[in-house]
């Protein structure tokens, strides 16, 4: 049973949240965070600096092949850099990202052979890889030169907000929403300034002269995520981008448009990805509790994450996330909270349709210039074997005065575009071989699919997963199914950081080289592990690799022998529920020996106990839209 310790006694406390007090909310370095990253007879850091230097954006990490291979932990880091919104990236912004990558990120974990990348993320970020410790604080240092900063991109904090970044251009000015958001989120910097030598000139170091969201001495219990929806005009009807997919984080924003114009903004809460194998838990999107107006947003948005800080659980970290609190507490329960934290009384639930999602890709008319959607493989960044992409982003800002922003399905769009530039770049695209891969198109398959970092750098991950992925749709497309209308997730673990339980079909990492399916996902509804609750076992939980593309080839044929059930494969493979989907794999001759029981019961539980919930949170949903 799920038993967080709600509101927990400081004398619970986990051993994170004791080392979290020792920097009094990040204003105290009685740990020595400064002398420990520049301490070069070490690779690695002590455990409580490497909890803390999260919340500066650093993962310490250690090449995961190397250690299969020699036991020995080579140590590297990773160094995530917050944009909120994805952008806007100026084109001599990008110059010293770029820089950066090839100073300090050389790697031939990507190609066989060194080289240096950028990784953008699903959060809108971009990650430096393969960072060596002597190498770290000139890396950090070298992207304030850029007025940005790594504060805020990991650790136990409100994460970068992610927006949809192309709303503006339609009048509704989402990115710069999050900006707001992210700027009032943002961790104090006084530390981090003097951690890392950062000329404080240009990035506002003086929080707490301004308004601000007061952290306490241990921060929040758990990372804290928060998205905002797009608007966009289709067919000249204003309607709903839900490229971010919003629900999939803590708390989701809406706008609410009537008459052409933001009305007030819908809130959504407790949705989150990550699982726990040795206990039960479950992933979730969040649920609507109501409208606010714009002047109420910020407030709101504060009290909810008040009420996290104050009531979340500081004992297990597995139960930490806000995802706990709202399904175990409650809908109305977190109404009153909010009022009695703000004085806010949240308004009517809407019935607002999230199924629209753009990938923004190729050409896209903004305003009275044009934008380009540049399709990033699993966001990885670099020269291989889908065209010369990062030397082609290069050679675009060393010679237009371009903006760019990072999409949450971890593609680059360049906007500022003239109209008769497109010709141009259109020659550009072809002579640095982009769309193509080993001499075809990309295929629709690859376009719509995702991946997260996995191995070799992720410490947290049992496998690969952006590596694995397009060898995975490679096989896909040898075997007919290259322009199918579904699309895959894979993520290296049970965080599942891609998201791809949004998909029809997701496998997330269960071990080296195995993985677990999901299915039944799509933009606004979340994929499930193939669990018989009658016979208390679940299906297909440690697939080997190499037969991953047989599961999926089976999947897409049941799809498509049903496809008239719905709309996508998502929704095909919901209404046929898992048991017809077991009968028809155990028949399958491709994969009936892969359909042995797995008796799970932490994750039989955890879903068990997510759909009772589950029912009594959407009582409380349904009694609210009818007011």
């Not at 799920?2 to 370095?29: H, N, V």
């Not at 970092?453 to 049992?462: A, D, I, Q, R, Y």
């Amino acid at each position: 049973m799920i038993k967080p310790a709600f509101k927990t006694d400081p004398k619970d406390y986990s051993e994170e949240e004791k080392a979290k007090l020792l920097t009094k909310g990040l204003r105290d370095d009685s740990i020595g965070i400064y002398r420990s990253v520049r301490d070069l007879t070490r690779d690695d850091l002590e455990k409580e600096v490497s909890l803390i230097a999260k919340s500066f954006g650093i993962y310490l990490e250690f090449n995961r092949e190397k250690m299969k291979s020699n036991g020995i932990k080579d140590w590297i880091y990773m160094i995530r850099v917050t944009i909120p919104g994805g952008g806007p990236i100026s084109s001599e912004q990008w110059r010293i990202f770029d820089e950066i990558s090839n100073k300090y990120t050389i790697s031939n974990s990507y190609t066989g052979y060194p080289q240096p990348s950028l990784k953008l993320t699903t959060r809108q970020d971009i990650q430096f890889h393969h960072v060596k410790k002597k190498d770290l604080v000139k890396a950090i240092k070298d992207i304030a030169e850029a007025k940005f900063l790594t504060l805020n991109g990991c650790g136990d904090n409100v994460r970068n907000t992610i927006s949809c970044p192309i709303s503006v251009y339609y009048g509704f000015d989402t990115n710069n929403i999050a900006i707001k958001i992210a700027k009032y989120f943002r961790l104090p910097s006084q530390l981090y300034v003097q951690v890392f030598e950062i000329d404080p000139d240009g990035i506002d170091s003086n929080l707490e002269n301004r308004e601000s969201f007061q952290y306490t001495n241990n921060l929040l219990p758990r990372k804290f995520k928060i998205a905002i929806a797009g608007i966009i005009k289709i067919d000249n009807k204003y309607v709903v981008d839900n490229c971010v997919e919003v629900r999939t984080n803590d708390i989701g924003i809406v706008p609410v448009v009537e008459e052409d114009k933001i009305r007030g903004y819908q809130i959504y809460v407790g949705g989150g990805m990550g699982e726990h194998n040795s206990y039960p838990t479950f992933s979730t999107l969040a649920l609507p509790i109501g409208t606010v107006n714009e002047e109420e947003l910020i407030g709101t948005l504060d009290a909810i994450v008040r009420i996290q800080q104050e009531w979340g659980d500081r004992k297990n970290r597995h139960w930490a996330r806000f995802k706990y609190l709202v399904y175990k507490l409650g809908i109305v329960w977190i109404r009153e909270k909010i009022k009695e934290y703000s004085g806010i009384i949240v308004g009517e639930v809407k019935n607002i349709d999230l199924n629209h999602k753009e990938m923004h890709l190729g050409w896209l008319k903004l305003g009275d210039k044009w934008g380009y959607g540049v399709f990033v493989e699993n966001g990885r960044l670099i020269d291989g074997r889908n065209g010369k992409i990062k030397s082609m982003i290069r050679y675009i800002v060393d010679n237009f005065d371009v903006k760019l922003f990072i999409t949450a399905n971890q593609h680059l769009i360049i906007t500022q575009i003239e109209d008769g530039q497109r010709k141009e770049f259109e020659k550009i695209f072809k002579e640095f071989d982009y769309g193509i891969r080993d001499g075809k198109p990309y295929s629709k398959l690859r376009i719509n699919s995702i991946a997260c970092v996995g191995f070799p750098t992720c410490k947290l991950s049992f496998t690969d997963s952006e590596r694995f992925l397009p060898s995975l749709i490679d096989e896909l497309e040898k075997r007919g199914f290259h322009n199918v209308s579904a699309s895959i997730g894979v993520s290296g673990c049970i965080a599942q950081c891609s998201r791809p339980a949004t998909k029809p079909i997701s496998w997330i990492g269960s071990g080296y080289e195995m993985y677990m399916l999901k299915l039944g996902g799509s933009t606004d509804n979340l994929g499930e592990p193939l669990i018989d609750f009658e016979e208390n076992v679940v299906y297909l939980y440690q697939v080997p690799a190499k037969r991953l593309a047989d599961v999926t080839e089976a999947l897409f044929q049941l799809y498509e022998e049903n496809r008239d059930l719905g709309k996508d494969a998502g929704e095909v493979f919901r209404k046929l529920g898992n048991r017809k989907i077991i009968e028809y794999l155990k028949s399958h001759e491709k994969v009936r020996d892969l359909m042995k029981p797995h008796k799970f019961d932490t994750k039989i539980e955890g879903y068990r106990e997510y759909h009772e919930l589950l029912k009594r949170r959407l009582n409380e949903v349904n009694k609210l839209e009818q007011g």
